[in-house]
Every structure is written in C-alpha cells, then in structure tokens.
C-alpha cells in the first residue's frame, strides 16, 4: 500500500490541498449533511441557551391559564405554543425538553460507543476464539428485546436520568461491535499494521495509533445513528411512563401527557411529537451525510 | 447442510441458555422479590415467611436452574399480580401479538421490496426519490407518534377504523401500519442496494441480450439473488417487532403478550416478566435460526460454519 502511494506521488499535482480542507468542501456540497447539521447546531444550542431563550419557567403552572391553544390555532402572543393541561407554557417545556432529548441521546451513544467498539475491535483484530466470543455476546444481546428489558430495568430501578441513560447505553452497543468488528478485520489485512506488528509496537499502540483512526469514520457513522435510535427510545420510556418521570419536560412524556386530551387537543401531541421527528431526522442525515463524505473516491 | 444445521442449532441453543440466566438474574438483582410479593410495608416475619415458602432464602443458581427446569416443561409459576398461571396468561395473549407481527411484516415486506426494486431499476427518478423519501421519514418517526397520530386521523376524524380493540378484524389495521412501517426502511434500502449491485452483473446483461423481458429480468432473475440478504433483515425485524409490541400494543389496547409485558413491568410482576423477556427472545432466536437455514438453503456458498 505505502509503496504503490510513493511511487505515485510525484505524478500527483505539487500543491494538493489538506485533506481536512477536502473534506470540508465536500461536506459544504451535500445537501443532506448541510440539512441535517443546521438543525441539529439549531436544536444544540437552543438546548444549550435554554434559560435565555425560553419566555416562561418551563416548571411553573398557572392553573388560570389552563389548555391555552396556540397562536396559530387561534390562541393569543402572550403563549406561542400554548399552555398544556396544568397551564405550562409549552415552548418553555419543549425548549427544555430539547436539553433532555440530546443529554440522553448524546451520552448513551457514547456508553454504547465505549462497549461496542472495545467488542467490535477486539473481535476484528484478534479473530479466531475472540471474535466468536465477541459474536456470541452480540448474538444474546440482540435475542435480548431492548424495549423490554429497558422498561423492566428502569420500573425496578426508578426512572431517573442516570438510569434511563445507564440502560440504553448497555443495550444499544451492538451495531457498533457488529460494524467496527468487520471494519477492523479490513484494517488488519493493511501492510501498516504488518509494519507496525514487526517494529514490535505494543498491543495498545497499534490499536489506538494505527486501528482506531482508520475506524473512525464508521465509528462517528453509528454514533449519530445510535444517537437518533436512544432519542426515539427515551422518548418511548417516558411516554409508557416508564423514562423520564414528571415534571421534567421530557418530548416522550409530553406526547404521553397529551394523548388525554388527543380527541380535543391534538396539538398537544402534534408539537412534540414534530420536534422529535426533527431532531431524528437531522442526526440520521447528518449521518448519512458523513458517511457519502468520508467515502473513498469513487464510491457512493 | 447438516453440519451446519447442527453448528447453528447448538449456538442458537447456547445463546437461548445465556438470554434466559441474564432475564433471571437480571431482574433478581433489582431487589427482594419476598418484598414485592409481600407488598410496601409488609411486616419482617411476613416477608420472612414468604421468603421460605417461595425458596428465595435457597441460593440463585439453585433457583436458576429450579425455574430453567420448569420454563423447558411449559410452566413459569404463578403472577404475583394476576394470581393465575404464567403460562396460561401468555398462551392466551400471544396470538394477538403474532397476528400483528406477521401483518406488520407482511405489510413491510409488500411495500418494501417492490419499491427497492423499483428504485434500483429507475435510480435517480421520482419512484427512487419517493423510495428514499419514504425511509427517511420511516426512520425518524417515532412509533408511537405515528400510532397516535394515525388515530387522530382515520378513528377521531375520519371514523374508518377503531382506535383501540380487537373485537372487529378492523382494528388490526392500524397497528400493521404502524409496525410494517418500522420495519420498512431497513428492508427497502437493502432490497434497493443489492438490486443496484445484481442489474449490473454480467448474467443480467445476458438475459437483457436475449430479447427476455425486461419485468421478467427485474423480477425473476435480479429480485432472486438480491432478495438472499433480505431474507436475514426480515427474520431480525420480525424478532425486533415482536418485542417491540409492547409500544404498539400499548398505544392500540390490544390485549396481546407486549400489553400483558406492560402491565407486568408496571406492577412488578417479576415472573411475568421473566417469562415475556425470555419468550421474545426465543421467538427472535427461532427466527433468525430459521432464516439462517433458508439462506443456506437458496445460497449454498453460505453453508460454511
């Protein structure tokens, strides 16, 4: 591999630019990526500046003002978005909700990135007696049904964050083993590694120096991947009633808190339920958005 | 073939083992099981006592292989809620859910695989962008959203179908919408990419050469060989749909096994639990097993171990 690239390089144009530079124009140039990363930058930092942006305590009930419909359903300035049954402003609580969505989202991923990679690396390198090991694990925890299990952890438990989080980042590793597992197994057959192996670099060195970053396209892949898939699933707990538990504005339980009222007041179930759609839909096109970018030449 | 029918009944078998110790332990570990019999507030002797007549005092691997023991002969104990038979309740609620489940699939795979055909024959047209269109939207809906979203529209508003029930073949519609749908966008996009890579073999461009017609191509000789690795997908959607029932179920009130898990989950009713959790995964196991078989079946190159 490095050989052929020697003997090619003084063919290729002198002032090549930076491949972050490359990279970036590409990025600039799909659509899907551009999409999928302004609202999720949107969602981030609406999340992020949650206090400063929300008009109202997203806590603060106001009995008086109960069931106020939107504005573009009739109701007045004073509430955008409307109030829910209790009298909370519902733009405070979906702006705060947005903090619980990512926060989740964003740290199971990580967990699972953790396990999922370690399983999938290790597995992919070593092969043989390792790799079934690492096949088996995944075999038992896809027999597992994850929404299961993840309510009857959290309803034995309790639904605090920590938990919900906990859970989902144990149980959603397994596209990351499956996908870096074969990733690596391509990586190891690369001359650097025979290279690296016969320079007598340690075990740890060839796998955070010269495995992981050439994973680590696919790695940041499933990440946003399993990210969308732990916001849609909190959102599911909190809305059995088994996620995030009340009052904390969660869009899964705000859907459940709406669905009373589904025949008289959709709305209430309509809002969150379209921010949901949003933030999923953006992380997954921003991930395919990765993927068509980082993509060898030639290849879609 | 037989070989490898044995090799995959044995690790189905050893994972089957593994899923229902995790499904045990699991949920022993979350706290005195005497406790939640007894109920909040039990005095000390009373828990005591139900710790002994239960066998909770014996140690867990003994327990373990106690319930494994009378799980493989059909019986899961009594509901500490329902105060019935946990085979019982499951036996009578499992048809529901796999009436929905085969819909659900069914009703994925009719929309799924002409449409991943169809994209691949005609890429970059409007059949392609509306295939896509159609995945991108399935992966970013939420379930249960789109659960009640779909019954604002077409029970509240529309009064076509039920919302919630069984009682008229009606009220199935729904919820195969609703999980055919999630299971839709995996399996079109598999179907559109392995056509995209089986149209532009060589023994395709034959069959075009020689005059046969260009549906029979699409369908007869591309669809068969593309349609191997969708065989595995569906086999997993399927295991995932089953245990994924219990939001769809939840949202429809169909009485079926994911409703019974719900309400299990929600009053602590641990032996049910057990049993659902191991069930589910041994309906995935059988299928993805049976898939497994199939594939072997159709493509002999995969009959390797």
Do not use: C
């Amino acid at each position: 591999m490095s050989n052929t690239s020697l003997t090619i390089s003084p063919g290729l144009p002198a002032a090549s630019p930076a491949p972050s530079r490359v990279l970036a124009r590409k990025a600039l140039r799909h659509r899907g990526f551009m999409v999928g990363f302004l609202i999720l930058l949107f969602v981030g930092l609406t999340a992020l500046f949650a206090p400063l942006i929300a008009p109202y305590d997203p806590y603060k009930q106001d009995l008086l003002a109960r069931l106020a419909p939107p504005v573009f359903l009739g109701g007045d300035w004073k509430h955008l978005l409307g109030t829910d049954a209790l009298g909370r402003d519902y733009l405070s609580r979906l702006i705060y909700g947005a903090r619980v969505s990512l926060l989740i989202g964003f740290t199971a991923a990580l967990i699972s990135a953790v396990i999922g990679t370690t399983l999938g690396v290790l597995g992919g390198y070593f092969g043989g007696k390792v790799d079934a090991v690492v096949m088996f694990i995944v075999s038992v925890r896809l027999a597992l049904p994850a929404t299961l299990v993840a309510l009857a952890v959290v309803a034995l438990f309790g639904g605090s964050l920590t938990v919900v989080v906990s859970v989902l980042g144990l149980l959603l590793w397994d596209r990351f083993a499956v996908v870096l597992r074969s990733a690596t197994m391509q990586v190891r057959q690369m001359d650097y590694i025979a290279a690296a192996e016969v320079l007598g670099a340690s075990l740890p060195r060839i796998l955070f120096k010269d495995v992981l970053p050439n994973v680590m396209n696919q790695l940041i892949v499933i990440v946003t991947l399993e990210m969308a898939h732990a916001i849609i699933l909190e959102a599911a707990l909190s809305f059995l009633g088994l996620g995030v538990q009340p009052p904390t504005p969660s869009w899964g339980l705000m859907i459940s808190e709406g669905k009373e009222m589904l025949l008289f007041e959709s709305w209430l179930i309509t809002i969150p339920g379209i921010a949901l759609f949003i933030l999923v839909f953006s992380i997954n096109m921003l991930g395919d958005g990765i993927r068509d970018v980082t993509a060898p030449e030639g290849r879609n | 073939m037989l070989k490898f029918v044995l090799t995959k009944i044995g690790m189905a078998a050893l994972v089957a083992l593994t899923v229902s110790f995790i499904s045990f332990i699991l949920l022993f570990m979350a706290g005195d099981p005497a406790i939640a019999i007894a109920g909040e507030g039990a005095s000390g002797e009373v828990i005591a006592a139900i710790r002994s007549q239960y066998g909770f005092d014996r140690p867990l691997l003994v327990q373990y292989v106690d319930w494994l023991m009378r799980a493989l002969s059909g019986d899961f104990g009594m509901s500490y809620y329902f105060k019935a038979p946990v085979s019982g309740m499951i036996a009578e609620r499992l048809p529901v859910t796999m009436t929905i489940g085969f819909l659900g699939m069914s009703f994925a795979l009719l929309l799924a695989i002409p449409m991943g055909v169809l994209a691949a024959a005609f890429p970059n047209t409007l059949i392609d962008r509306l295939a896509l269109g159609i995945a991108v939207v399935g992966q970013a809906i939420p379930s249960f959203w789109f659960g009640l979203i779909l019954i604002v529209v077409f029970s509240v508003n529309l009064g076509w179908v039920p919302a919630s029930g069984t009682r008229q073949w009606t009220g199935y519609v729904l919820p195969m919408i609703v999980l055919g749908y999630y299971a839709t966008p995996a399996i079109m996009r598999l179907t559109r990419a392995g056509m995209l890579e089986v149209l532009s073999a060589d023994y395709i461009r034959t069959a075009r050469a020689k005059g046969i017609k260009p549906r029979r191509v699409l369908f007869k000789h591309a669809l068969r060989n593309a349609i191997i690795p969708v065989v595995s997908l569906a086999a997993v959607q399927l295991g995932f749909m089953f245990g994924g029932s219990v939001v769809v179920e939840t949202i429809f009130a169909l009485h079926g096994a994911g409703y019974l898990a719900w309400e299990s989950i929600s009053r602590n009713d641990l032996p049910t639990m057990q049993a659902l959790i191991l069930i589910f995964a041994m309906f995935y196991i059988a299928f993805t097993f049976l898939a497994d078989v199939l594939n072997a079946w159709l493509d002999p190159r995969l009959r390797t171990v």
